[in-house]
């Protein structure tokens, strides 16, 4: 597009090096697994939403983020113990992946 060629010609121009081009993702790579606060926000954005319908979703995010950051350790555990799960599945399916290639 025309503002990458602009951005590229002012980093030629500045010295800077060139911009690596990304290697495309191969779609039959395991997706990477949540972390302990997505899940926490998959499960309290619904009853959030219905407390508060009027709340635009930068709002929810930011409420949810407020509401983690609050959590005790304690409260934050059966999240995290989720994620570390999730975490040694996606490892495992991983390394199938990768054997597979």
């Given at each position: 597009?025309?503002?990458?060629?602009?951005?590229?010609?002012?980093?030629?121009?500045?010295?800077?090096?060139?911009?690596k081009?990304k290697k495309?993702?191969?779609?039959?790579?395991?997706?990477?697994p949540?972390?302990?606060?997505?899940?926490?926000?998959?499960?309290r954005r619904?009853?959030?939403?219905?407390?508060?319908?009027?709340?635009?979703?930068?709002d929810?995010?930011?409420a949810?983020?407020?509401?983690?950051?609050?959590?005790?350790?304690?409260?934050?555990?059966?999240?995290?113990?989720?994620?570390?799960?999730l975490?040694?599945e996606?490892?495992?399916?991983?390394?199938?992946?990768?054997?597979?290639?």
């Amino acid at each position: 597009t025309h503002h990458q060629s602009v951005a590229a010609a002012a980093a030629a121009a500045s010295g800077a090096p060139a911009k690596k081009a990304k290697k495309p993702k191969d779609p039959n790579a395991p997706k990477r697994p949540l972390s302990a606060f997505f899940i926490y926000s998959a499960d309290r954005r619904a009853a959030l939403k219905e407390e508060q319908p009027d709340l635009a979703v930068k709002d929810i995010a930011r409420a949810l983020g407020n509401e983690w950051s609050a959590l005790s350790d304690d409260d934050k555990k059966p999240y995290q113990d989720r994620a570390e799960v999730l975490k040694a599945e996606y490892a495992k399916k991983l390394d199938a992946y990768n054997a597979s290639k």
